[in-house]
């Protein structure tokens, strides 16, 4: 059976969360323009931006319960569902290059020089 409150919640909230989670991604690419120039990669911002993937994935996880749960009413209803579990997707996978970003330019910084053979 479905619950309705709880649907209807999720297909209310997720769709902000998506804007919000594509503002923080363009926010990161920014910060790693950033980092490359200042040459500074805090411990803070990989936190955070690790923790919003771990949001993201929750919020797939929900996503795909949603589907579920009306796949089993509706296939059709459903599979117009799954535009938001790929755009969730999509966000994550963005967020998630713009991090590894972070992490190479943090590898950049603390590698030692590399001597020159004259």
Same mark, same amino acid.
């Given at each position: 059976m479905i619950d309705g409150p709880w649907l209807a919640g999720v297909l209310e909230e997720t769709p902000g969360k998506?804007?919000?989670?594509?503002?923080? /991604? !363009?926010q990161l690419k920014h910060l790693v323009t950033t980092a490359e120039i200042t040459g500074k990669v805090s411990d803070e911002l990989l936190q955070s931006a690790?923790? $919003?993937? $771990? &949001?993201?994935?929750?919020?797939? %996880?929900?996503?795909? +319960? %949603?589907? +579920? *749960? %009306? /796949?089993? *009413? &509706?296939? +059709?209803? /459903? &599979?117009? !569902? /799954?535009? !938001?579990?790929? $755009? @969730?997707? @999509? %966000? @994550? !996978?963005?967020? $998630?290059?713009l991090i590894t970003e972070l992490y190479a330019v943090r590898s950049r910084l603390q590698r030692p020089p590399i001597s020159t053979l004259a």
């Open positions: 998506i804007d919000a989670w594509r503002s923080q /991604a !363009l690790e923790a $919003t993937c $771990t &949001s993201i994935y929750a919020e797939m %996880v929900k996503c795909a +319960e %949603v589907i +579920e *749960t %009306v /796949a089993a *009413t &509706s296939q +059709e209803a /459903a &599979s117009q !569902l /799954a535009g !938001l579990g790929d $755009t @969730l997707r @999509l %966000v @994550l !996978l963005e967020i $998630t290059e």
